[in-house]
DNA sequence: ATCCTCCCCTAC
DNA sequence: TAAGGTAGGGGAGGAT
């Protein structure tokens, strides 16, 4: 579960041998004195350092320059000579295959000896194919130091995987490797007591007496350093999954690594796929059944169900969602304050928070040094829990945040550990809210115990000690109600205010005036800054930059030009105290991710994985419109021998949906789909992950809080002003409509015109230029959309795309018109124009006729699920009710009220509001689909089980439901619960502009492809792009098709079955058995249908 | 000129 | 025991 998305695989570390090194290298410098003595080994040297490395970045930097070496950050730009890496990606090895790629054993030998050892020795690869024998000849050869480690050789012989050791933080690697001598590498010696125990209710009596600090901090300077490095890498992570798993499967042997197995993959140790793939397969076999059989589920419910990152995560989520919405029903009080003659921004955050609320309940720990944790830290060695919060008595003692418990511990032997009480986070998070909210002009939800507040209207006048008594009383009141302290900062930006609230900590406040700006950040850490990590921090201080002041003296371009554009700039304003950003009040979600591991039925695991995003998705009101897979395998023997790669690597490949979903089986197809292109060797297979990316609300996140929704009639309201406005994007159906006829290259050109448009978008902007009040639920929605015309120029409302046919339908001819009137009169998009023009006036009426494909007759046909959403919206209104009725009487049944459609609702299509991206989700948003999609999807789920049933829904009769009604049917139909009503409106409006896209983009692609190639089938490998091929052949070749094509199909279907994907092909007979019953096209549909039935069967 | 994809980084 | 999740900003470099 690396928290980033990677999915390196790390190898097994060698403790002993690193840490030996290392204390071997201290040792040689505390004889010379001074740097000066240090022999210049490395000089003529370019050294670039990638990734995680066990002598931490930083030291070897240290070393290396010490030594004359020129020390590379950025291995572009420069004549680097040397890459010093622990762990290479399969991308990254094949960026560096032309560098002398090493360990860093090489330069800790080298160190150690004094002199420059060959580089060649310590190749991080071997370049043979036959790299197992080497490498083990390599280890042997490696110095001495590494011998030490012999029992971990024979599993693990290649040194740079011990090296990976390093993937721990520096810190929590000197833990565990030294039982004996903890923290030796730092000289420090800790005392070692019996730590306290876990305090649990039942035993908190006790550890009262054993609570005093011990030895403070002395130490801390370097620890804190070390520490803070950390980074968690990918590697790091990996190395810890994949390993661990490793090692349990070795089972009878005690693990090499004192590490804990946090084995949440499934993966096996890199290293013994080195050593033997049999070996390796073997263990994994293990592995996987244990997994496998029944683990999976359960692990993970339980593992996110103990994840604190998780219930961050999640709960920052919920309110953002939750502030929003109160936001927005408050947007007539905020117009009502005074004019703001002054921008004062508040940043508050309660003290060690999770810490904090347990000390509230444990009045007796007050005094004493606490860590919330799941583990008590005991044994110092192994124990690589995370002290989730640690109070400022225990911060005395160097323990932080986000530290190893073990390191914890040892820092400080009397520290208590008590349990994470999510529950009552949760509440006090609740109670903070509700009273910071009373204070805000706006509010931004950072995360549980943190937000900032526009004050600008709150304080009267300025500088006079007012700032300090509204901190104080909130403060105050903070305390009296959850018990804990908060500390807050205020000043005249985000970056101020939340650097005066790191001043102002603990339980006290700070107010910057824009006077002293300067001279108040003039000594802060460059780390401090928020953005500045450990990798931007890193590098400047590798040019000697460790304090804003110093920041001050490069100039913005040369920032530029070394860390982009965007982040130069930031460094730049933030070391004079600039920092224009807004508040993000009501910024929509943009993406949604789940994360996780999975096996050899790589099948059922990823249905199930998908079943999970699905849940997700439906749970965050929103569909997304782009997959990406992750696996992360062995390395695939030639592909190293051939690279000289190492044994594992990650590999992810993302797909453009033709529609947003978030249906199980939808998402399941296409990481299936996915999965296959890399046709991974099961026994392989390290992890999977699947994230879902350019998410489009389908309405409005609802919070969990209280949140309640407006009223139906509200939607309405705003959809038909928005209608009125709108801009639309007629393009789109335009856009698709001619790739329709073209059918020959599109790919995915209308995306195009939608994300110019977006790019444009500011959020603001768009949320001042809503117009109305009625508006306010929505605006996040118009937000989006609004930007999106913005960017065209046009003006509010939602895009055509964004028009719901079906509320088209449920109007009146009248009014129908007036807005199809008022959607033509814009026009947008270059490509657009012309069509906007007669989209509008005739959108619903003519449309039709470019494709005769599309007639109504054929389309009307297969199950709902596969009426193309695209070709609805193309068709004229008349006939398209025609269709929409012939559904409805089926699907009627299935409609019940409520989920899905709620959740599509969602929306404001993309998202971003600010940012570059915002293009894309522009585009997206043009891409995706709406309910159409959905039941369409639906559908396609249904027909899996249950064959073409499909129409669960009838279009039409949703398109006569009332959208509220209309919409949670959908919602029902989809299973998932979603919304709240008065997303509605929102849902409306993004259904619509869902579907148009959607179509038009699924038009294009799809529709293309079919005629198109043998391969095209194969091109496609998602049952939806399918489907849509095969439409669009029948349609094409209404008298029958031609030779070619059908064994082009027939051989399609054949590699399914030989792929044992009879699912898939199933499926697609099933549609193909739809298509030839409902178009009536001729009997080679049937007979085709014949051969593939037999063919799989 | 922009895109988009694949990362990397940061934050809590 | 232990649960190293997850959203979003941003950059490099290739595709268009
Ligand atoms: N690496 C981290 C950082 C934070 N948190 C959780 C526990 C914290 O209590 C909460 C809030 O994070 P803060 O950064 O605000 O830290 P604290 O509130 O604990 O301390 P303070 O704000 O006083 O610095 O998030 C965590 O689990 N792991
Ligand atoms: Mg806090």
Known sequence: MTGSAEFRIKRPIEYMRAKKAKLKIQEAELQRQTPDEFPPIFRGLTIHVNGYTNPSHAELRRLIVQRDGDFQHYLSKSKVTNIVASNLTYSKMHEFRMYKIVTPNWIIDSVTAGRLLPWRDYRLYNPVASQTHLNFQETSRKSPTKASHSPTSLVKPLEHEDVSEAHQRTSQTEQSVSSGSSAGAYGRTFTSREPNEV?????????????????????????????????????????????????????????????????????????????????????????????????????????????????????????????????????????????????????????????????????????????????????????????????????????????????????????????????????????????????????????????????????????????????????????????????????????????????????????????????????????????????????????????????????????????????GEMLYNFARGIDNRPLEVDKPRQSWGVRFENEEQVRKFVTDLSGEVSKRLVSVESKARALTLKIRKVEATEAWKHMGHGPCDSYSKSVTLSRLTNETSLIAEHAWALMKQFNPNPNDIRGIGIQMQKLQPVKEPVANYNARHDVSSQRKLDFFAKSAKVTLEPDDLETSVSKRNDLQQEGRAHGTSGPTKASTNNSETASSVTPATETVASVPNRRQSITTTQTFSQIDLPPWSQVDPSVLLDMPEKTRKKILQAYGTRQIGPQTDHRDNDVRTEAPKQRQHPNPTLRPSMVSLPSASQLDPQVLEELPASVRQEIEAAYTKSTTGKLNSTETSAARTSSSVGARVGKGHVTKEATISLTQAPKWNLIRFKRQDDAEESGTGTDDIDPEVLAALPEDVRNEVLAEHHRTKLAEQRQMEHKANYEALKRIERKVNRSSAESVRVSSTPPSLMGHVYIDDIRGDLRSWVNEFPEGPEPEDVSTVQNYLFKLVTYKDLEKASLILLYWRALADKTGSGDWIAQIYGTGWRLVQ
Not at 298 to 327: G, P, V
């Open 199 to 567: 305090l649990t209710s039942a035993e908190e009596d006790q550890a009262m007496d054993t609570a005093e600090p011990t030895s403070p901090a002395d130490n801390q300077p370097s620890i804190d350093k070390r520490t803070r490095s950390p980074r968690r890498n990918v590697d790091d992570i990996s190395s810890k999954y994949l390993f661990r798993v490793h090692e349990l499967d070795a089972s009878g042997s005690p693990p090499t690594s004192p590490r804990k197995r946090r084995i949440i993959s499934m993966s096996h140790e890199p290293n013994a796929s080195i050593v033997g793939a049999e070996l390796n397969k073997e263990l994994l076999a293990n592995e996987w059944n244990r997994k496998n059989s029944s683990l999976a589920p359960d692990f993970m419910e339980k593992f996110y169900k103990q994840s604190r990152l998780h219930y961050l995560s999640t709960w920052k989520a919920e309110l953002k969602a939750y502030t929003s919405r109160l936001q927005q029903e408050q947007v007539n009080r905020i117009q009502r304050r005074p004019a703001a003659t002054r921008r004062l921004i508040m940043h508050i955050d309660l003290d060690c928070f999770f810490a904090s609320v347990g000390i509230r309940d444990r009045p007796y720990l007050a005094e004493m040094p606490v860590a919330v944790s799941h583990s008590k830290g005991t044994d110092t060695e192994n124990s690589s829990s995370d002290v989730a919060s640690s109070n400022y008595i225990a911060r005395k003692f160097g323990i932080r945040n986000g530290m190893n418990i073990g390191k914890a511990r040892q820092l400080c032997p009397n520290l208590f550990v008590i349990p994470y009480e999510f529950e009552k986070y949760k509440k006090v998070s609740h109670k903070f809210y509700s009273i910071i909210f009373q204070y805000a002009d706006k509010l931004q939800a950072v995360s549980v115990d943190e937000a900032l507040l526009d004050i600008s209207t709150q304080i009267a006048k300025a500088d006079c000690g007012e700032e300090e008594e509204f901190a104080t009383r909130i403060r105050a009141e903070i305390k009296e109600i959850t018990g804990c302290n908060a500390s807050v900062g205020i000043g005249p930006n985000i970056l101020v205010a939340r650097i005066a609230t790191r001043m102002a900590k603990p339980n006290g406040h700070f107010y910057c005036k824009p006077s002293e700006v300067l001279d108040f950040m003039a000594d802060e850490d460059i780390e401090h800054l928020p953005g500045v990590g450990w990798a931007l921090a890193e590098k400047l201080e590798a040019k000697g930059i460790e304090k804003l002041v110093q920041l001050r003296q490069l100039s913005k371009l040369s920032l530029q030009e070394e860390f982009g554009a965007k982040t």
